[in-house]
């Protein structure tokens, strides 16, 4: 079976601009949650969310933005980029068997995007 | 919020050699993973492990949740071990903040 699948893997943007990152997660798995990781840095909660619901912000601005589909993926937006959104994004996915929480993630490979 | 660290930030062992990575923790937790982190920026889960012991291959880690630490052990370490290990805890009550991650362990396997 394919793991959490992202696109695209690699993103160069200008600042002011707009981006849509996508997931796909495990088959199966309910629950898509969005980290952002700084070069040197552990990875930061951004978004989760469980059966379409939104379940978990952090602390993020609201240039950033997602969603969940029927199928399960998500999108990520961010408006207006700026040079400090320049990170790798990482999106996750976890069954939702019981409860979209405490539960082990499942990491894609990410997108490196660029802010120029 | 919660604060999660590691030690030691940096690591450098000959191949075959044995490691212990510490990772402590502010606050009562329900959630705890153990992440490498691959050269290519690979997050794989190697355990979720809240408390006790669990152990796969020559991967072994224990948490003690009421004294807040969990230390993840790896023996007869490889190039292939390379990289960075991630500690993230997820607090009771919910999963609204996602997970906190540590600012990891860079480990450095030399043949």
């Known amino acids: 079976d394919a793991g959490v699948t992202q696109s695209p893997t690699h993103l160069i943007k200008t600042r002011g601009q707009q981006v849509t990152l996508r997931c796909s997660p495990i088959?199966?798995?309910?629950?898509v949650s969005w980290y952002q990781q700084v070069l040197g840095q552990g990875p930061q909660f951004i978004f989760q969310y469980y059966e379409k619901e939104e379940r978990g912000r952090g602390n993020f601005p609201d240039r950033f933005s997602a969603r969940q589909f029927p199928n399960y993926s998500s999108e990520l937006n961010v408006n207006a980029l700026l040079l400090g959104d320049s990170a790798l994004y990482l999106c996750?996915?976890?069954?939702?068997?019981?409860?979209?929480?405490?539960?082990?993630?499942?990491f894609g490979s990410g997108t490196q995007l660029s802010v120029l | 919020g919660i604060q999660v660290e590691q030690s030691p930030p940096d690591l450098i062992l000959q191949e075959g050699a044995n490691s212990t990575l510490r990772c402590n923790f502010s606050?009562?937790?329900?959630?705890l993973q153990w992440f490498h982190q691959n050269p290519w920026g690979q997050l794989i889960n190697l355990f979720y492990?809240?408390?006790g012991t669990k152990q796969n291959g020559r991967l072994s880690a224990t948490t003690v949740a009421t004294e807040r630490y969990s230390l993840l052990y790896i023996s007869s370490s490889q190039t292939t071990d390379s990289g960075v290990y991630f500690c993230?805890?997820?607090?009771?009550?919910?999963?609204?903040?996602?997970?906190?991650f540590g600012k990891g362990t860079h480990l450095i396997i030399q043949p």
């Open positions: 492990i809240p408390s």
């Open positions: 993230a805890v997820g607090l009771p009550g919910g999963g609204a903040d996602g997970l906190t």
């Open positions: 606050d009562s937790v329900n959630n």
């Open positions: 088959s199966g798995h309910k629950s």
């Open positions: 996750a996915s976890s069954p939702g068997t019981y409860t979209p929480y405490n539960e082990k993630l499942f």
